[in-house]
């Protein structure tokens, strides 16, 4: 409406409006007509209402006697202070950085990835917040009891962690990084673990135990991701059967410290011609397999990640020769950095590799068409 001699021009203040996706400010400005101000003042009244937590019929009332007799800046003062409430805690309300509960979700379409961050609640030896980025740019913070998710296109992902205490000045630089490859359609999880020594890192976390551990936790909802390429997450309506994983014992495939098919016991031989014996009954179709080799924490984590690379590569190239030649097969190590057993000792004494026996192994991903 143009603002002429029967109309009055009312500009309230900027109102910042914090939402989830966004963070903008509003000016609400509205055109009161003279010729009828206790209508034009009840009718915006009632807009404010909407936009507040006090009812229509009290602004409405508030407006009209304005309009009666009272100076306008009340209503505005009044108006601004029901638009206030809408966005601005009152002093001694808790601040809530909890949403809801986690709940197991379903799978994503292929054009996505998704990664789920959480801290158990026993994961506090490291105080304040752990701080999440994602290929550099800010994602989550999360404390203890709580998770985080985000979806992307699958690829190479930058995942880095800093951890935040309150009263203390933010550290410049992350405390670790890490690179990991999303996989199509998939939910990989990922744990803030201590390392003991003040420091935190996210561990991969196969989904089995990550559902045990995550189960309770909360999503954190206080802060706004800043990740480039983050989607929202969207549910495939037609997946593909959930993938088979086999896990064999490294000490049942190779002497201990080696990688290579000479080193290759009969024991482990003939438990790999039965798996593709078992394969074939299973399966109209094999789709793809995954080989992922495992190692134990003893020694160093390069010669540690370079055996279990060789480790699933001498799987695959095994397997391809027994009749699987025609499955597409991918193979990677991921070292010592996801252990089953974790209670066992540094050194490389007796017991403690025998207590580390479960956490050398070479697991088997299968995708495809079951019987």
């Known amino acids: 409406m143009p603002i002429g001699t029967n109309t009055t021009k009312v500009t309230l203040p900027r109102v910042p409006l914090h939402t989830r996706n966004s963070r903008k400010f509003m000016t609400s400005t509205t055109f009161l007509r003279r010729s009828d101000p206790q209508t034009s003042l009840a009718a915006f009244g009632s807009r404010l209402a909407g936009a ?11 407006a009209s006697s304005c309009a009666r007799g009272l100076l306008a800046p009340l209503l505005l003062c009044l108006s601004f202070g029901a638009l206030a409430q809408n966005y601005y805690t009152a002093p001694g309300s808790p601040i809530r950085t909890f949403g809801q509960r986690y709940a197991q979700a379903a ?13 158990t609640r026993q994961s506090s030896s490291v105080p304040g917040a752990a701080s ?4 550099g ?4 913070s999360i404390i203890p009891g709580g998770y985080s998710e985000l979806c992307m296109p699958p690829g190479s992902i930058e995942l880095g962690l800093k951890s935040v205490e309150v009263g203390r000045n933010v550290k410049d630089n992350l405390d670790t990084i890490t690179v990991m490859r999303s996989a199509s359609a998939q939910t990989q999880f990922f744990r803030v673990q201590d390392t003991g020594r003040g420091r935190q890192v996210l561990q991969p976390v196969q989904a089995a135990e990550a559902l045990r551990e995550i189960d309770g936790a909360r999503e954190q909802t206080h802060t706004i991701s800043r990740v480039t390429g983050a989607v929202e997450c969207s ?31 009969p024991t482990g031989r003939a438990s790999l011609d039965a798996l593709v014996a078992r394969l074939r009954s299973e399966y109209i179709q094999l789709d793809r397999m995954h080989i992922i080799g495992h190692a134990d924490p003893l020694g160093q ?6 055996l279990s690379m060789d480790r699933a590569n001498t799987v695959q190239q095994y397997l391809a020769q027994a009749g699987l030649g025609s499955v597409r097969m991918s193979s990677e190590g991921r070292g010592d950095r996801e252990p089953v057993a974790t209670q066992c000792g540094r050194v490389a004494t007796p017991q403690a590799i025998a207590c580390h026996a479960p956490n050398r ?6 995708a495809g068409a079951r019987r």
Do not use: K
């Open 52 to 62: 507040s937590s006090l009812s229509a019929s009290s602004i409405a009332f508030v």
């Open 137 to 140: 740019a800010y994602h989550a």
């Open 107 to 119: 799978q994503v379409v292929d054009s996505q990835s998704r990664m789920v961050f959480y801290r």
């Open 132 to 135: 999440i980025y994602v290929n």
């Open 361 to 366: 192994r070479v697991v088997i991903d299968i």
């Open 235 to 265: 549910i495939n309506r037609n997946p593909a059967p959930a993938p088979q994983t086999i896990t064999l014992a490294a000490d049942a495939l190779f002497a201990f410290g080696r990688s290579d098919l000479g080193a290759m016991s």
């Open 301 to 306: 984590p390069g010669p540690n990640e370079r």
